[in-house]
């Protein structure tokens, strides 16, 4: 019985991949400043009905050459994310910018095979220490086909503190930070335009994961706060409109819910208090605020609850 | 004893194994822990751990609090409550499907006070969380609960590997403010340590990071056994026990704990008592 449904599922995977790849329709983009496109994932997590288009997704066209600024959470992401380049620009794609491990941002690096990948210097290992788990939970989100051709992560230009890109007439600076969401973020920032791509070091609406240091984040959010953007694309939440002109503001919010997780775990451990105490206790002020809460901030306390015990 | 030549294959088996059992468990629903199952992989380590002794149900004389679903499957907080009538021995913990089930046993000794734990565990899928007690006259008491979880033996827990490292062995005790000379305080103890389980693979090197894990901590009271524990890869990274013991005037708590490299970490922390009340 187990044969048969294994057997079935890999039959419907290779189907499936078939139509899906002559499928790849454009993924929506929008141009916020002059060559620079981003496009909007779910604020949700991985599910059928967004197909793990669940991170906000960028490209920047220089003179020569693309850059694209992570990649969606599936192959066929990656494809229609490709698709969505093609109807923009004839120039050829040069660089893909991994801005953090978290496959719903990195596993359609795969469209771009053969393109060099830049990202933090911690992100090569970090990725390989989890890509067995995170394909197979994309497997079990999604089906046996989402999760097909997804192959190790190469990091071919690894960023151990800045690191300039050359698109032609154009120039991105990017920026590895110390362990914050994870121990490999990396923003991209466009001078030309002023425009700044947080990845995860940003959340808007979506309740911040923490997945390294909340203190460590509290930290990177005043380095960030004074890089001279003049519009800023978060990892997750609104990519386009007012909010991403509102910069440094847009870091107050995340700052805020951070500083209430750390502050309530902390006064949690001092009274001697449980994790399962710090789970029903911590931040709760922070829950009308934020989608995903419940999501997220169960293990957002249990995380930070393990780091502050070594305080 | 975790298999450090196996750990690879049961490894394997596990990450072909655990979809088809996802899919049962979402199709026929095991939330209460109850299927034909459940019975036959506790029957299996009934025997395999207990022999053929009998176990009897503890009622609520013991009772294990946990998340019913894990918010993280790596570091599962778990307590278990013994009524002090019990008087156990020893206290086993068993996380059935789990590629290494026992957890941890745990020896009181004439410092002890009480038999209540607390500790994190790894879960590695949905699965019963049992704990049996050996009362002093060899009777054998179990409670069980069963835990929502998935991925927890394989997932790479460690956050910050560099910081990790640096930390490697650091032990702390977390007393409470004021401890009175003969009445039951509550300790905490953290061992900061990866714990490897031997299932996390690494995509580059295309090998699993093999199995480096605390197996034994001893604490003592004045040189008074508080508890003797044998740990094994269930145990969550940077080990965690709660537990109490009854201090007399002064004297130091005195931990010693040993992983599976041959390397011991050892801490004595004083214990500031007030006047027995």
Known sequence: MGRTRVLAAVLCAAVLATTAAARAA?????????????????????APDNGGDTANLGFIVGGSGVAVIDTGGTPEVGRRLREAIAARTDKPVTVVIDTHMHPDHIFGNAAFAGVPVAGHANLQDAVAARQEVYQRRLADE???DAAAGITPLRVDQPVADALRIELGG????????PTAHTNNDLTVFDPQTGTLFAGDLLFLDHLPAVDGSAVGW????????????????????PAVGPAVADWPGALEPERRYLTALVEGVRRVLKAGGSIQEAVTQVAQDERARWLLFDAYN?????????????E | MAGHPLAGLIGLLMLVTTPVLGATTAAGGTADGGTAEDAARWDLLHDLYFKDRPVEDAGDRMRIDAPARAYDAALVPVRVEVEPSLHLKSLSLIIDNNPVPLAATVRFGPASAGNSIETRVRVNEYTNVRAVGETA?????????FVKAAGGCSAPAVKDPQEALARLGRIKVNLPDTVMAGSPATAQLLISHPNSSGLQFDQV????????????????YGGQPVLD???????????????SFVPGTGGSLEVVAQDTKGATFTRTVPVKTGPAL
């Open chain 1, 26 to 46: 454009p993924l929506a983009v929008t141009e916020i400043a002059p060559g620079v496109f981003v496009h909007q994932g779910a604020i949700a997590e991985p």
């Open chain 2, 229 to 243: 524990i044998d740990t094994d890869i269930s145990i969550s990274e940077d080990p965690n026990i709660r537990f």
């Open chain 1, 218 to 237: 509290l930290g990177v959010i005043d380095t960030l706060a004074r890089v001279p953007a003049v519009r800023v694309v978060p990892g997750h939440g």
């Open chain 1, 142 to 144: 999604l089906g046996a």
């Open chain 2, 137 to 145: 006259d060899g009777r054998l008491m179990m409670t069980r609960v």
């Open chain 2, 205 to 220: 090197s295309r090998t699993y990071i093999p199995a480096h894990y605390i197996r034994s901590i001893a604490i003592r």
């Open chain 1, 298 to 310: 169960p293990r957002n306390v249990t995380a930070t609850f393990a780091a502050l015990e070594w």
């Open chain 1, 170 to 177: 154009r120039t991105l600076v990017l920026t590895a930070y």
